[in-house]
């Protein structure tokens, strides 16, 4: 349904707005693939180069961190194979804690085992402690985590670097336990302990990398040893971070940590197991990309601005032409006049241009010969209608002499042929189509005084014409025909009382003039049906009188054309014929 009503709206879109929409989507889809094309590759490059140089950082850190761990792996091998400590330790049981603790301690500074470490602590047997390290809690932690790793160290696994201890001031320490032997007899001793502290780690970190970027050393179980933020000291990275480690394919992903986006690379060491990962906030990893999209936006609004002036132009172009021909083929619809339309180039538009003016001409050459045939062919018609009526009414002006004769009343009939003379008078001057109303009126009074001599006593005429009227101009010979109508078919059949009202109205730019009588033959369906007739809604009427007022209508039309003519209102017992003719007060016009 959406389809379909979107199908009609792009069917009434005029061809201007469809070009404008072609060209700005053509325009606007190409800026904006290059953008996406342009950021996907400027995000690309900018992840690939943060990965590889953080991959360098990472390989540097940790080059720097084995060589750190190795001094404290040296320190702890050399106090493991010290021979007076072995010997201390294996006769513990029987020279006591006490002498035992004094002959260590004088191992310790008795050869620089201190150099490469900060403190030194070894586990005996009997639960025995001898130590360098002044904290209890720090002590503690060492001797719980030796308790669960003992076992692993007698499996003769000779050292494991043990989990960061956080000390009271709140720094860490990262140990490093290794067994001791008697190699002489294979017997388990204790272990050494010796430990750096964890910034000795950290400010390698930092000082690789930069203010924003954080470097985390994991163990084999990915809990964190070292960090440039004490607060993550000890956790699981799984348990920081949403994501905590990349596909196969790569050696970097993405992670949430502490509601902020991270990138990271991750590396690590095949011979220790340690993994390193370095943390770079995703908003400095973007700071490119996020320039590339800054300035494709801004690529992408001048662009829009160029599609509208490009498609305003290009749509002008092409449809200005076709729109200015489209309105003049409205203005020379009729062909009364010919427009030409101004196109400079000689394309497919210009070609149709011309193509169209000159059928136009064709058509004007053509139109005018038809138009000439026309116009001689309705004045034929117009003189054929004029001539009908006046052999009508001479019939009947003639049959009234006829019976004013048989009744030997001459001085009569000297009047009606008077009368009659004044009428034919007006009626067959061939060099007036128009007479005033004034003539019209004066034609109409002796048709009626002629009449009166006929119908004595049967009816009465009555005149209302306003004044101004009487000085405009109509189509002669059209109220006779409607006052004879009146007659005939109106009053005639009355014994006495019949009233013959004439009245001439000027309403605005029309003349109304209403020819009425009160004679009861018409009735409201004869009107109708008359009415039907002179407007040529009906090929015929039953009506004998219909002939002589369709003609009188005809002749009103052709000569004012428009909505003058004649109609018929019965209206309270009163038939009314009236005419519309305009105001015409020069018949020069």
């Known amino acids: 349904m959406t389809k379909r009503v979107f199908i009609k709206l792009y069917k009434n879109l005029k061809l201007r707005t469809k070009i404008f929409l072609w060209v700005l989507t053509i ?28 991959a360098l950082i990472l390989k540097n850190i940790q080059k720097d961190t084995n060589d750190i761990l190795q001094s404290m792996q040296y320190a702890a091998i050399s106090i493991s194979c010290d021979e007076r400590i072995i010997d201390v330790l294996s006769t513990l049981e029987e020279n006591g804690y006490e002498k035992s603790k004094y002959d260590i301690q004088k191992a310790f500074y008795s050869q620089a085992v201190l150099e490469n470490t900060n403190d030194v602590c070894i586990f005996g047997s009997l639960d025995s402690v001898f130590t360098t390290i002044k904290e209890a809690d720090v002590i503690e ?174 749509s002008n172009t092409i449809a200005k032409p076709i729109s200015n021909l489209v309105r003049v083929m409205d203005k020379t619809h009729d062909m009364q006049e010919i427009h030409s339309v101004h196109y400079k180039y000689n394309d497919e538009i210009g070609m149709l241009i011309k193509s169209f003016e000159n059928m136009s001409e064709r058509l004007n050459n053509s139109l005018s010969i038809v138009l000439e045939e026309q116009e001689k062919r309705r004045l034929a018609e117009y003189n054929a209608l004029k001539w009908q009526i006046n ?48 003539d019209e009126m004066d034609h109409v009074k002796s048709y009626l005084e002629i009449q009166m001599l006929r119908y004595e006593n049967q009816f009465k005429y009555i005149f209302d014409v306003e004044p101004d009227c009487l000085n405009y101009y109509t189509v002669k010979i059209v109220v006779q025909p409607l006052v004879e109508n009146a007659i005939y078919h109106g009053v005639r059949d009355k014994s006495q009382g019949g009233i013959i009202k004439v009245v001439c109205r000027q309403q605005q730019d029309t003349v ?78």
């Open 391 to 438: 052999p009508h009414f001479l019939y009947n002006t003639l049959s009234s002499i006829v019976w004013l004769s048989k009744n030997n009343e001459n001085a009569k009939v000297i009047e009606v042929t008077k009368s009659l003379t004044t009428l034919l008078k007006i009626g067959i001057s061939k060099d007036k189509e128009l007479i005033s109303i004034k």
């Open 141 to 314: 932690a060492l001797k719980e985590q030796y308790r669960q790793k003992e076992g692993y160290l007698k499996k003769n696994v000779i050292g494991f670097l043990g989990q960061p201890v956080i000390r009271r001031n709140g720094s860490a320490v990262i140990p490093y336990f290794r067994q001791i032997k008697d190699y002489a007899t294979g017997e388990y001793l204790g272990a050494v302990v010796v430990y750096i502290y964890e910034n000795k780690l950290s400010s390698t970190y930092r000082y690789y990398s930069n203010s924003n970027m954080i470097v985390m050393m994991l163990s084999e179980d990915r809990n964190i040893i070292a960090s440039g933020t004490d607060k993550y000291i000890n956790s699981g990275f799984e348990d920081i971070a949403d994501n905590s480690g990349p596909d196969s394919s790569k050696n970097y992903f993405k992670t949430h940590i502490d509601n902020k986006y991270y990138f990271c690379v991750q590396s690590t060491d095949t011979i220790t197991g340690y993994t390193y990962i370095s943390l770079m906030p995703m908003n400095i990893v973007m700071q490119t990309p996020n320039t590339i999209l800054t300035i494709s936006i801004i690529i992408m609004a001048m662009a829009l601005v160029l599609a509208i002036v490009v498609s305003l132009a290009f």
């Open 512 to 589: 109304v003039i209403d020819v009425s009588d009160n004679g009861d033959k018409m009735t409201q369906e004869h009107s109708e049906r008359l009415n039907d007739f002179i407007s040529g809604k009906v090929s015929s009427s039953d009506e004998k009188f219909g002939i002589g007022i369709k003609n009188v209508h005809d002749r009103i039309r052709y000569y004012f054309k428009g909505e003058y003519g004649l109609e018929f209102v019965r209206k309270g017992g009163i038939t009314i014929a009236r005419i519309k003719i305009p105001v015409v007060k020069n018949t020069r016009k």
């Open 27 to 54: 325009v606007l889809l190409t800026a904006f693939s290059i953008s996406v094309l342009s950021f996907n590759q400027s995000y690309n490059y900018a992840v690939d180069s943060e990965a590889q140089k953080q």
